[in-house]
């Protein structure tokens, strides 16, 4: 009788477990800004200063890498950098 109290007690904690972690993944969601350069470098530059200041501002902590989209010519380059923010 006690093995099987030990098994649902296990079973409920791991549940409780696994609910908190859907809790936590819930707070997070992928922000993202844009930036301008005469290079593409200056442009992910510009971007990615943008998009920290966007998170901290909405209160929120950066996780992961950050992901780059850039369009436009060579003079004058537009970057989009995305990542992932979790309050």
Do not use: H, W
Not at 8 to 31: N, P
Not at 54 to 69: C, L, M, P, W
């Amino acid at each position: 009788m006690r093995g099987m109290l030990r098994v649902a007690l296990g079973v409920s904690s791991l549940a409780a477990v696994a609910l908190i972690g859907t809790q936590a993944e819930a707070k997070c969601s992928r922000m993202s800004a844009t930036g301008f350069g005469i290079a593409k470098e200056m442009a992910m530059e510009m971007a990615k200063m943008n998009l920290d200041v966007a998170i901290s501002t909405a209160g929120q902590n950066a996780k992961g890498r950050v992901d780059y989209k850039c369009t436009g010519p060579m003079l004058l380059a537009e970057c989009k950098a995305s990542r992932r923010a979790c309050g």
